[in-house]
């Protein structure tokens, strides 16, 4: 497949992920969420990797394990935390400063040069979040709006592993199979949801679940996590950790036009401030804001996959 189709599907799937997500949440506990969902796609997933399986290296366990940590138990689970105090639409804007992360871990971290013009770039993107952070507290300082901005503080510590889990896997991308790969990753972090999830069960039973619940759990199963995370995982076999983050602007768009219908959410002065910041120093930073690259799409159609 195509990378760049597979991470054009990846993210209008994740744009789609937090108000379903959150419809979810409002009907299954989050860590007995991320479980059922995890665990699923793990056994759905295994028969296809079995019989592929090839022996890893200690250190590629270790760097898998670690990414499974990232990318699902810590990703996921403040994700899931973050989403039940505020609103859907937000995640996918705060998430779309990833790539300014990446910068500042690559700056900090493996000593990239410094570059006054993204160093200016990630400052302005990182206000944006900010702002849409602490909006809750700027609108009214409420218990409700304080449980909103620590709900998208949350996010914003969501966003910071999925960064570290994007690049854990892309150390890996050439050596092992992107199916591989993912059931290391999801078992890992089904695993790390487990110990959470006893205390959740004794104040929660499966009759509370509606029509809506069961839907938030099987879109997540099988197209967030056997669908979205494995193509993500193959496009970073195939194309830059950069290239597949170019294509998380969409979300936002896609976050909007069914968050609003489903769940009633609608943007604030805050939320288009606050974006038109993030994208502003993104754009600044990079020179672009990749929102349709479309010519690498079909320059890479050109190219034997």
Same mark, same amino acid.
């Given at each position: 497949m195509n990378p =760049?189709?597979?991470?054009?599907?990846?993210?209008?799937? &994740? +744009?789609?992920?937090?108000?379903? &997500? %959150?419809m979810g949440l409002e009907e299954i506990p989050p860590f007995i969420l991320g479980f059922v969902r995890f665990a699923s796609a793990s056994i759905l997933l295994a028969p296809f990797v079995i019989s592929r399986w090839k022996p890893l290296i200690k250190k590629d366990w270790l760097i898998l394990i670690l990414a499974g940590i990232c990318g699902v138990g810590l990703h996921i689970g403040l994700f899931f935390l973050g989403l039940q105090r505020t609103q859907s639409i937000v995640a996918p804007v705060i998430a779309s400063s990833g790539p300014v992360i990446l910068y500042a871990i690559a700056m900090l971290f493996l000593l990239e040069k410094f570059n006054l013009k993204k160093f200016y770039g990630m400052f302005i993107a990182l206000g944006g979040v900010l702002l849409i952070v602490l909006a809750p507290i700027i609108l009214n300082g409420t218990v409700v709006h304080h449980q909103q901005a620590i709900g998208n503080? #949350?996010? =914003? +510590?969501? $966003?910071?592993?999925?960064?570290? @889990?994007s690049f854990l896997i892309k150390k890996l991308s050439r050596t092992i199979g992107v199916l591989q790969i993912s059931i290391v990753v999801f078992v890992t972090g089904a695993l790390s949801f487990l110990p959470f $999830?006893? +205390?959740? &069960?004794?104040?929660?039973t499966v009759e509370e679940v509606t029509v809506r619940g069961w839907f938030a759990l099987?879109?997540?199963? =099988?197209?967030?996590? #056997? *669908?979205?995370? $494995?193509?993500?995982h193959y496009? #970073? $076999?195939k194309i830059a950790a950069s290239d597949v983050g170019m294509f998380t602007y969409m979300d936002p768009v896609v976050a909007l036009l069914i968050a609003w219908p489903l769940l009633g959410e609608k943007p604030d002065v805050f939320y288009f401030l606050g974006s038109l910041l993030v994208f502003g120093g993104i754009y600044l930073a990079? *020179?672009? #804001?990749?929102? @349709?690259?479309?010519? %690498?799409?079909?320059r890479s159609s050109t190219r034997p996959s």
């Open positions: =760049f189709l597979a991470i054009i599907i990846a993210n209008i799937i &994740m +744009g789609a992920a937090s108000p379903i &997500m %959150k503080l #949350l996010i =914003f +510590g969501a $966003t910071i592993f999925w960064v570290i @889990h $999830t006893f +205390g959740e &069960m004794q104040s929660w099987l879109f997540g199963i =099988f197209f967030i996590s #056997l *669908g979205a995370y $494995t193509l993500i496009a #970073l $076999t990079e *020179g672009r #804001l990749h929102w @349709h690259p479309f010519h %690498k799409l079909v």
